[in-house]
């Protein structure tokens, strides 16, 4: 049977009077009035174990899109039972039964759920509509098809059978679940780790960070609509450190597919190593942890384009990516254009309200990434020169306007350290 060749996802670009956001306005309407409650997901059962967790808009912090059900140790075992229940038949299934689910998905996804899920990426995360559309609906609608694509390659990929021989490769899943840990900046991200196992045959246990869980939920019911069965994909909200040991020490743990700090996957490594005694295998570990992104420039290089790549690279969601443009080495030759076409674009672009479709950026995610990010504002006040921006204002939303730094020491630490928000130096 032959896999579909997969195809980009377009961009819709929402244009005043299009149907696209129309569909949008009012989707955003609704789901900033309905409060959602987001229990514990452990098979075909929803949890309530009452300790709850509040999910607010980052740009209006004092709005409650949800409260969830944080799991507890008792809750995670039942989430690992039921991982490993559903773990045999789902073994069993073919590529192809597995890859019509999530065909399914990724049209689901791209149509009927897509002003859906854009507010939720948008209000959940505070990413504009562009940011939500090419991350929360069009990359993970290209996970979906392509990552399908790409598992029948390597299923085609056989080895080389001389005569009178047959060799065969045969991919199978782990024995047992994986831990899939994913974070709050990439919605595409948080739908991807848990699934690429998945549509290998594998069993998961989800645990997404809580300040993308407004969303994580919302696809989630999209799968189960798509015709994921019970127990393949299992929610697990809450506290990392309390629900790791949990996944850390049961000998069904199989493998962990993680996306966030260094530290946390660091834990999660050494975690693994601890009780290596424990498992019935050895756990694989995939991780992308965090960096500090940079632009060089020759001597040549062009100032407008410079300075846009800056723009664009380091402000971009609030420079809330690994991949932000944080650092740029710039020749002195080139430094006084490029500085004055950076602050030029700068006082034209403002963070605010993700559903004034005006603003270039939101918020940054909670109160501790807002003081984080601001006290290296402060070090670049007391340090550095800030060449343009610095304004922060908490009282409504987690709001800290593009900041632009000039240092002349490649080893400050505003060069060095990750920030992990709309500062550029």
């Not at 490769?169 to 990439?186: C, D, H, Q, S, W």
Request: hydrophobic letters at 45%.
């Amino acid at each position: 049977m032959a896999i579909p060749t997969p195809t980009n996802e377009p961009v819709l670009d929402h244009a005043p009077g299009s149907k696209e956001r129309a569909a949008l306005v009012e989707e955003l309407a609704r789901t900033s009035e309905d409060q959602i409650e987001i229990p514990i997901v452990a098979g075909g059962t929803e949890i309530r174990s009452g300790e709850l967790l509040e999910v607010t808009m980052p740009h209006r912090h004092a709005h409650v899109l949800a409260t969830a059900h944080a799991a507890k140790a008792e809750h995670v075992a039942l989430a690992v039972g039921a991982a490993m229940k559903a773990a045999p038949a789902w073994a069993r299934t073919t590529l192809e039964e597995r890859a019509a689910i999530f065909l399914r998905a990724a049209e689901l996804l791209t149509t009927s759920w897509r002003a859906r899920i854009d507010a939720a990426c948008m209000l959940g995360q505070s990413k504009t509509i562009h940011q939500s559309e090419i991350d929360a609906v069009c990359e993970l609608a290209d996970f979906w098809r392509f990552n399908i694509a790409f598992l029948d390659k390597l299923r085609a990929d056989q080895p080389i059978s001389p005569k009178g021989q047959w060799n065969r490769l045969e991919l199978r899943p782990l024995e047992g679940f994986v831990y899939a840990v994913t974070p709050f900046n990439f919605l595409s991200i948080a739908g991807n780790l848990p699934t690429a196992p998945i549509l290998c045959g594998n069993v998961v246990l989800w645990k997404p960070a809580t300040t993308s869980l407004f969303g994580a939920y919302k696809l989630l019911e999209l799968l189960r609509q798509a015709g994921l069965p019970d127990g393949v994909l299992n929610l697990v909200p809450g506290h990392g450190a309390e629900q790791s040991k949990v996944v850390l020490e049961s000998e069904h743990l199989a493998g962990i597919h993680f996306t966030g700090s260094t530290p946390t996957f660091t834990s999660l490594w050494k975690g693994v190593a601890a009780n290596l005694e424990r498992y019935r295998t050895f756990p694989r570990l995939v991780g992308e942890t965090g960096g500090k992104d940079f632009i060089v420039a020759h001597p040549s290089a062009d100032g407008a384009e410079l300075a846009t790549a800056i723009v664009r690279g380091g402000f971009e969601y609030q420079g809330q990516k690994c991949s932000a443009a944080s650092r740029i080495y710039v020749p002195r030759s080139l430094w006084k254009e490029v500085r004055d076409r950076v602050v030029e674009d700068l006082v034209e672009i403002r963070y605010g309200d993700v559903t004034d479709f005006n603003v270039f950026g939101g918020a940054v995610i909670d109160r501790r990434a807002f003081e984080k990010i601001g006290s290296y504002v402060e070090l670049a006040e007391k340090t550095a020169k800030i060449v343009h921006g610095g304004e922060r204002d908490g009282s409504v939303g987690w709001l800290i306007q593009p900041t632009l730094v000039e240092v002349d020491d490649p080893k400050h630490r505003l060069m060095q350290e990750e920030i992990f928000g709309p500062v550029v130096t």
